[in-house]
T-cell receptor, first 116, second 115 residues
Framework: EAGVTQFPSHSVIEKGQTVTLRCDPISGHDNLYWYRRVMGKEIKFLLHFVKESKQDESGMPNNRFLAERTGGTYSTLKVQPAELEDSGVYFC??????????????FGPGTRLTVL | AQKVTQAQTEISVVEKEDVTLDCVYETRDTTYYLFWYKQPPSGELVFLIRRNSFDEQNEISGRYSWNFQKSTSSFNFTITASQVVDSAVYFCALSGGTSYGKLTFGQGTILTVHP
């Protein structure tokens, strides 16, 4: 069974440009999560999808970030326009049933975003 | 608010040594879950263990063991007879309350095992 995949693995862009990150969850997982780790700091929650609906987007830093999950399969996270402080590693995770406290999130390898 | 603290930023050991990674958490929830994840050089976070707040029994899985103590709000992870392949970043995480889908992570501990 394929794990969570993310594309691209690395992205280097200039301040003001737009970048779109993609995440493909494990097949059959209704729940999809985005997290971010800024250099040297802890991994922070961004948002949680249940199928195509946003369950919790309390961690989204500002309106320059837009996450979508059309059709409840893969998800995209767009940053527009990118700022220097957006640099970091963006992780995606998926789980079968996010309403269960025993549900385990499985993570992808992350996308390393560098904004110059 | 929930918080997870991993006070050890980096640990360096020689192969076959035992090593303990510390994790201290804060939460007001009575029901919560604690996790450990491993991040090898390939980058993905690999799930190691999940423990709920009502189960304080220690757990052992091969060379890995976990010590959960509610009295000190700690969930420490011990690797016995460490190996070079154990070199990775290890994260402790917490979920609970009304947002089980939201993991709160510690800053991670970089473990380097030298041959």
């Amino acid at each position: 069974e394929a794990g969570v995949t993310q594309f691209p693995s690395h992205s280097v862009i200039e301040k003001g440009q737009t970048v779109t990150l993609r995440c493909d969850p494990i097949s059959g997982h209704d729940n999809l999560y985005w997290y971010r780790r800024v250099m040297g700091k802890e991994i922070k929650f961004l948002l949680h999808f249940v199928k195509e609906s946003k369950q919790d987007e309390s961690g989204m830093p500002n309106n320059r970030f837009l996450a979508e999950r059309t059709g409840g399969t893969y998800s995209t996270l767009k940053v527009q326009p990118a700022e220097l402080e957006d640099s970091g590693v963006y992780f995606c995770a998926s789980s079968q049933d996010g309403t269960l406290p025993t549900d385990t999130q499985y993570f992808g390898p992350g996308t390393r975003l560098t904004v110059l | 608010a929930q918080k997870v603290t991993q006070a050890q930023t980096e640990i360096s050991v020689v192969e076959k040594e035992d090593v303990t990674l510390d994790c201290v958490y804060e939460t007001r929830d009575t029901t919560y879950y604690l996790f450990w994840y491993k991040q090898p050089p390939s980058g993905e976070l690999v799930f190691l263990i999940r423990r709920n707040s009502f189960d304080e029994q220690n757990e052992i899985s091969g060379r890995y063991s976990w010590n959960f103590q509610k009295s000190t709000s700690s969930f420490n992870f011990t690797i016995t007879a460490s190996q070079v392949v154990d070199s990775a970043v290890y994260f402790c995480a917490l979920s609970g309350g009304t947002s089980y889908g939201k993991l709160t992570f510690g800053q991670g501990t970089i473990l380097t095992v030298h041959p």
